[in-house]
């Protein structure tokens, strides 16, 4: 989709945007319940008030993301995603999954 974007409250639920390239990307209050985001590049993106709920992050790089612990990941898919200790998910729906922790997780 691209760099630098710029998509406040867009609703992406149920989209398909494997290996999508949403690098330093505003998802502030986006909505991508049920959207397919495998392998998609989030770094440096702004996840505040973000909604993950069901969808697909396997192999999703998620490495600096900003604001991640508003986000909602409740039934998000993690497998295999990349995110590290610059990665704040303190505060973040996980339900009924536990909240994950720094390095490469699956």
Do not use: C, H, M, W
């Amino acid at each position: 989709i691209g760099t630098n974007g710029k998509f406040r409250s867009v609703d992406f639920s149920g989209a398909n945007l494997a290996g999508a390239i949403l690098q330093n990307a505003d998802l502030t209050s986006a909505r991508f319940a049920g959207a397919d985001l495998t392998a998609a590049i989030l770094i440096g993106a702004d996840l505040q008030n973000a909604n993950f709920v069901g969808a697909d992050l396997t192999g999703a790089y998620l490495l600096g993301v900003k604001n991640a612990g508003s986000a909602n990941f409740i039934g998000a898919v993690l497998s295999g995603a990349y995110y590290f200790q610059e990665t704040e998910f303190k505060g973040a729906s996980f339900l009924p999954f536990d909240e994950p922790e720094a390095g490469k997780e699956g």
